[in-house]
T-cell receptor, first 110, second 116 residues
Framework: GQSLEQPSEVTAVEGAIVQINCTYQ??????LSWYQQHDGGAPTFLSYNALDGLEETGRFSSFLSRSDSYGYLLLQELQMKDSASYFCAVRDRSSYKLIFGSGTRLLVRP | DGGITQSPKYLFRKEGQNVTLSCEQNLNHDAMYWYRQDPGQGLRLIYY???????QKGDIAEGYSVSREKKESFPLTVTSAQKNPTAFYLC???????????????FGPGTRLTVL
């Protein structure tokens, strides 16, 4: 089976850089995804790592290391609107289901 | 504009009643999903469908039922057998089951169900 662990909450200052970690135990998966969800809203796709290494999309970057069973989402130049919950997710290789972590609530302070 | 719609946005149910949540997509996606989210929690998969007239149970299917008669539609029924149905329900779709692609999931706005 799959399980993903994330910190429950992270606080950072506007303009700073923050890293949200995701560690996982899995028997096999296709890639690591990240989704953002504002309170009361729907999750929206942010980033995907199929291979080890860093993927950059504007202010957001995501990293995957399969050998370390670890990934992270890096948010730069934080803005107040980045306050949201962030979920990592893996697609199970055998069932093709997308398995989500419990999410990290990011609070950006002025 | 292409996207996923869910209705209603808010739904109130009396104990013992069945209710059906609507999910429609015009993205021409083959795969559709239903998730449940409880306050402060992640998303848990209820049911998913790879293609019309086919669907599979997710991790928490008990007390729920679905149908996939049309590619565009994947309604979820919350039955009276679901003992704790109060939650936020999210429908999603993707091009396929993403065996090798990024296969982004696109989510609808959600339905907030409350049992009175």
């Amino acid at each position: 089976g799959q399980s993903l662990e994330q910190p429950s909450e992270v606080t950072a200052v506007e303009g700073a850089i923050v890293q949200i970690n995701c560690t996982y135990q899995t028997s096999g998966f296709y890639g690591l995804s990240w989704y953002q969800q504002h309170d009361g809203g729907a999750p929206t796709f942010l980033s995907y790592n199929a291979l080890d290494g860093l993927e950059e999309t504007g202010r957001f970057s995501s990293f995957l290391s399969r050998s370390d069973s670890y990934g992270y989402l890096l948010l730069q130049e934080l803005q107040m609107k980045d306050s949201a919950s962030y979920f990592c997710a893996v697609r199970d290789r055998s069932s093709y289901k997308l398995i989500f972590g419990s999410g990290t609530r990011l609070l950006v302070r002025p | 504009d292409g996207g996923i719609t869910q209705s209603p946005k808010y739904l109130f149910r009396k104990e013992g009643q069945n209710v059906t949540l609507s999910c429609e997509q015009n993205l021409n996606h083959d795969a559709m999903y239903w998730y449940r989210q409880d306050p402060g929690q992640g998303l848990r998969l209820i049911y998913y469908s790879q293609i019309v007239n086919d669907f599979q149970k997710g991790d928490i299917a008990e007390g729920y039922s679905v149908s996939r008669e049309k590619k565009e539609s994947f309604p979820l029924t919350v039955t009276s057998a679901q003992k704790n149905p109060t939650a936020f329900y999210l429908c999603a779709s993707s091009i396929g089951l993403g065996r090798t692609s990024t296969d982004t999931q696109y989510f609808g706005p959600g339905t907030r169900l409350t049992v009175l």
